[in-house]
């Protein structure tokens, strides 16, 4: 399996070198690509190449996450620092008011590595 993050940024020749292992019948791996909701021209060189891949049957699967909400933060703290959810509410409603008001949320459109950098700096930041 092979995790691709921010492949948005992907130049040509990385694209093409992505079509030619996807689509050789000999690699039976899984490939994981993380595109967020923001645009520029390599996101759209990306999506084109997907949707050559799906004309050529090669199977994609199209995962959208939504923008994280604070409940979701604290789970996830939670599930981190094997507390319960509860005791992370003012953790994560401290990074949600300090990291997700509105612009950076949608930027983070449901990307939990970036939460996680942010969670990693609130609490290196400390009381």
């Avoid at 509860?86 to 409603?93: A, G, I, K, N, P």
């Avoid at 990074?95 to 930027?107: E, H, M, T």
Wanted: one cysteine or more.
């Amino acid at each position: 399996m092979i995790f691709l993050d921010d492949i948005h940024w992907a130049d040509e020749a990385s694209l093409d070198l992505l079509k030619s292992l996807v689509t050789d019948s000999d690699n039976k791996g899984t490939f994981l690509g993380n595109l967020p909701g923001q645009r520029n021209a390599s996101a759209s060189r990306f999506l084109k190449m997907v949707s050559e891949l799906d004309k050529e049957k090669v199977r994609v699967t199209d995962i959208k996450l939504g923008t994280f909400e604070e409940d979701g933060v604290s789970d996830m703290l939670a599930d981190i620092l094997m507390f319960d959810s509860d005791e992370m509410r003012s953790l994560s409603s401290l990074i949600c008011s300090q990291f997700l008001y509105p612009g950076v949320s949608a930027l983070l459109e449901g990307n939990w590595l970036a939460i996680f950098r942010l969670e990693s700096r609130a609490l290196d930041m400390g009381p």
